[in-house]
Structures are given as structure tokens and as C-alpha cells.
């Protein structure tokens, strides 16, 4: 009977040690297998958290920009009064008297413009909101055909006919609704009508109102223009041109189809039919076919719906590009690579963009040194290298000329579209702007460090640290078992198993 129990106990520790054995064995396999998914996951999570981290870092320096702006525009506009509508009167008068010219703009820390220039600018504004451009059809036997002056006097007196019966018409159809008597008879009067060489005509109003009253009446009583302008006769809207870069370009997003373009309205919170066209800036037969991003070219039919975009970055597709507004920029001949004039303006034998030679095109040009028709023989960059010196000096007479091509927004009767450059803060090196990534450590709570006696040393001794320099990116960090707390003990093998011999033990 002895005998027997002697043999259950046997057998009762040998099935303990092997049940033993086999927890230790499955508990180290999980481990490893938990311990490689654990590292996996977290190298493509160190290279993620490196990216929203300069993301960030950049949104931090992009806000306090916009606060410093927006507290350097309150303090410039406390105690504003509201200027009074621009007129001709006052432009006249202001252009005799520069403080009544500073009166008029009421906000003068706001931009750097000489008198002449803000009355440059005060002019178009004018010019622009008194404006209407009038396409026809040259092909129509009752489009207009005398371009001379007289011939476009008399067409400036056969429309101001058909706008005095429209604004006596549209009296009528006011005082049938409201059902008053004395009323004030609107008055569209077009002054001048011009003609340019696209089969258009310039027409210029009197006021605002009466340029806007005639884009009503050209809508909705457009078979009284087609009298004297023809059935091809059109009004085209004033367009106000912006960039948007870094546009998504492989994906299901088509600016050729108006649904995209509404999509875009709706999503940045835009009026709809604000946006009229989209194209591409370079085609996209044109793209590289690793290209993933590219410009667009976005036309506005309102001024202010243009400034508001050029103010915020928008969603494009999904993603998020920034917006700035279409400079004009010298004119370039593609063929002799000169300036202020175009191809077919010329036809003389053309030279090459890179090296200035007659010989051959830029397409097949194999010179290895640029030459600029511009600057000469001794230039070393091409004709069409921006950091030419002539381009420069051109660029400098277009904003003379034009000073409203230099300023941020498209300017309006608003002061704040008057700004000349935009309020930055002094940029900070890349090291300053970097948050430094947070570990799993940060999260446990530390464990003190074994004795410098238990330690294990390394089998091979590692390089001495090197200092990495500002501005440059530390490479990913592996983790390990370490990263979630577990810290070595004395007497173990390893971590892992100093672990599962607690685990079996329990």
C-alpha cells in the first residue's frame, strides 16, 4: 500500500513538473510572439507621431502668427469710423489735399503705399465696380461692325436708349408692387464704350449701381442688347484668380466637372456659383507619373469670396492646401526671350530658352552652361530662370505701374484688403519648433535602476553618442519588452523569463 502512494506522489510531481515545463514553454512562445507584433506596431507608430508632431509644430507657429495679426489689426482699427463711399469727387479732391486722401483710406499702419499709389489703387477699385465687359459674335450679321470712334458713339447712344426704357420699365413694375407714388427713378447711364481687339466692348457707368443694375437687366431682358449687339451678345463676369498648391491629383477629384466645384463650395462654406472655373496650371497629359499633387487655378466671380479663401487654407478633395492669390507677372515672348511682347507679335527666327542659341529649341538643347538672351553673353542661368536680374527689374516696373499686384488680397472698399505684405513673426530654427516625441515610459511609472554589479554588458560595446545637429531628424527608435516597464532583476536570465517564472510560480 506504501508502495503504491510512494508511486502517486511520483507521478502527481512529475505531471506538475511537465505541466510546469509546458506553461513555461507556451508562456515564453506567447511572449516573443506578443513582444514582435508589440514592435511592429510601434515603428510605423514612432514614424507617425514624428509627422503629427511637426504638424503641430507648424500649426503652433501658423496660430500665433494669425493672434499677433489679428491683435496689430485691432489695435490699428480702435476708434475707426467707417469712410464714406468712394466717389470721383473725392478722389478729385483727395488727389489736392493729402490728408483728405488719408481720410479717405482711415487705415494708414496697414500698408506702406506712397499717395500716388492709393490713388492708383482707389482708381481701379473705381474702374472695376463701374465696368462691364461685353463679348458679341463677329460672325453675326447683326454685330456691331463700325469700330471707329463715331461708330461706337453712336452704339454708346443706342444703349443708353435701351437702359432709359428699361429703368422706366423696371419703375413701373416697382411702383405696381409697393404701391407708392413718389419713388426715385433709377438712372443707368453708360459714359464711355470701348473697343478691344477680343470682339468685346469696355462699357464704363456712371456709378456702381448703375453697372449692377445693367448685369440685371442684361440677365433678365437680354433680347433688348441683342438689337444692336447681336444674338451672340454675352456678359462675362470679372474673375479674381487664386493658386491652390498641393492639390490631390490621382484621386476621384475633376475640376472639369462642376459637381467637384460645388463640392468645394460646400464644404469651405462658400455662396454657390461663387467658383467659376478650376483648371489645372499644367495639364494633366503633362504630369509626371509619379506625381501625386499640383496646382490649381482657381477664378472667383466676387472679390470677396476670393480674399476669404486667400485668407484660410480649404478643403480641396478631401485634404487640406494652401491659398494664395494669382500675381501677374513680365511678359516673355517664347520665342525670342524677350520681354514685353508676345509670340505672334514677332515673327523672327527664335532662340533657346536655356542657351540663347538660334541653332536649335530648348526641347533639344544638350548645352550644358545657361546663357540668358536678357543679360547677355557672360549670364550663366537661363531666359526663363526667375532669379534673372531683368526679370527682377521687370518685375519691379509691373508693381510701379500696378501697385495692387504686390499687396495680399484683392483690394475692395475694405482697408484691410489694402495690405501690402503680411505680418510674420521671425521665423525660429527647426529645433524650437520640434516637440520632442513621447515614449510608453512616460506613461508607466519608473522602477529603480538595478546595481551597476548586475548589469549586463553589452557583447558588443556601442559607439560613443553623437550630437545630432539643429534642424535634422533623429532616426526611429526600436522598442522592446523594456519600453512597457518590465526592468530587469537579479539572479534571471532575462527579462522575459524572470517574468514567466513568476507567472508559473503564481
Known amino acids: 500500500m506504501s508502495k503504491l502512494l510512494e508511486l502517486r506522489n511520483m507521478a502527481l ?59 496689430a489689426t485691432s489695435e490699428t482699427l480702435k476708434g475707426h469710423v467707417p469712410a464714406a463711399p468712394l466717389t470721383w469727387a473725392l478722389l478729385a479732391k483727395a488727389s489736392s489735399s493729402p490728408s483728405t486722401l488719408l481720410d479717405i483710406t482711415k487705415a494708414p499702419a496697414m500698408h506702406d503705399l506712397s499717395h500716388e499709389e492709393v490713388s492708383k489703387i482707389q482708381q481701379c477699385v473705381l474702374h472695376d465696380t ?146 467659376t472655373s478650376a483648371p489645372w496650371l499644367k495639364q494633366p497629359d503633362q504630369h509626371s507619373s509619379k506625381q501625386s499633387v499640383a496646382s490649381l487655378k482657381i477664378s472667383c466671380n466676387d472679390a470677396n469670396t476670393a480674399n476669404a479663401l486667400i485668407e484660410k487654407h480649404i478643403f480641396i478633395g478631401g485634404h487640406l492646401v494652401p491659398i494664395c492669390k494669382d500675381i501677374c507677372e513680365p511678359i516673355r515672348c517664347g520665342n525670342r526671350q524677350k520681354y514685353g511682347h508676345i509670340c505672334r507679335d514677332f515673327k523672327e527666327e527664335g532662340c533657346c530658352t536655356n542657351c540663347a542659341s538660334k541653332d536649335h529649341s530648348a526641347a533639344t538643347c544638350t548645352v550644358v552652361r545657361h546663357r540668358c538672351v536678357s543679360c547677355g553673353p557672360d549670364s550663366t542661368h537661363a531666359s526663363s ?68 554589479s548586475q548589469q549586463k554588458q553589452p557583447l558588443h560595446p556601442q559607439p560613443p553618442t553623437q550630437h545630432t545637429p539643429a534642424g535634422s531628424r533623429a532616426p526611429s527608435r526600436m522598442g522592446n519588452l523594456d519600453s ?11 527579462n522575459k523569463q524572470s517574468i514567466l517564472l513568476s507567472l508559473s510560480s503564481t
Open 484 to 494: 512597457f516597464g518590465f526592468t530587469s532583476q537579479p539572479g534571471g536570465q532575462n
Open 385 to 452: 530662370d526667375h532669379g534673372c536680374p531683368e526679370f527682377a527689374r521687370q518685375c519691379t516696373e509691373l508693381n510701379t505701374c500696378f501697385p495692387k499686384n504686390c499687396m495680399l488680397y484683392f483690394p475692395t472698399d475694405k482697408p484691410l484688403t489694402w495690405t501690402t505684405a503680411p505680418l510674420k513673426l521671425t521665423p525660429k530654427p527647426p529645433s524650437e519648433l520640434t516637440r520632442p516625441l513621447a515614449t510608453l515610459q512616460d506613461f508607466m511609472p519608473s522602477l529603480p535602476p538595478a546595481p551597476p
Open 130 to 275: 463701374c465696368t462691364v465687359l461685353i463679348e458679341f459674335d463677329p460672325n453675326d450679321t447683326e454685330a456691331p461692325s463700325d469700330f471707329m470712334a463715331t461708330g461706337s458713339s453712336k452704339l454708346r447712344n443706342d444703349l443708353n436708349k435701351i437702359l432709359k426704357r428699361l429703368d422706366e420699365r423696371d419703375m413701373a413694375l416697382r411702383k405696381g408692387e409697393d404701391g407708392e407714388t413718389e419713388m426715385v427713378a433709377p438712372r443707368t447711364h453708360a459714359i464711355g464704350l470701348k473697343n478691344l481687339s477680343r470682339s468685346a466692348y469696355l462699357a464704363e457707368f456712371d456709378t456702381a449701381d448703375s453697372a449692377s443694375r445693367f448685369r440685371r437687366y442684361a440677365t433678365t431682358n437680354w433680347i433688348f442688347f441683342t438689337a444692336i449687339f447681336g444674338d451672340g451678345v454675352s456678359i462675362v463676369d470679372k474673375t479674381y484668380s487664386i493658386i491652390a498648391r498641393f492639390v490631390p491629383c490621382l484621386g476621384s477629384f475633376n475640376p472639369g466637372n462642376t459637381d467637384c466645384l460645388h463640392t468645394i463650395e460646400l464644404e469651405n462654406g462658400l455662396k454657390s456659383d461663387t467658383i
Open 13 to 71: 510531481a512529475v505531471a506538475f513538473l511537465l505541466d510546469a515545463d509546458v506553461m513555461d514553454h507556451v508562456l515564453e512562445t506567447l511572449a516573443n510572439a506578443v513582444a514582435d507584433k508589440a514592435i511592429g506596431r510601434l515603428e510605423g507608430l514612432v514614424e507617425k507621431l514624428g509627422s503629427m508632431a511637426n504638424f503641430l509644430a507648424a500649426s503652433d507657429a501658423k496660430c500665433t502668427e494669425t493672434t499677433l495679426t489679428l491683435k
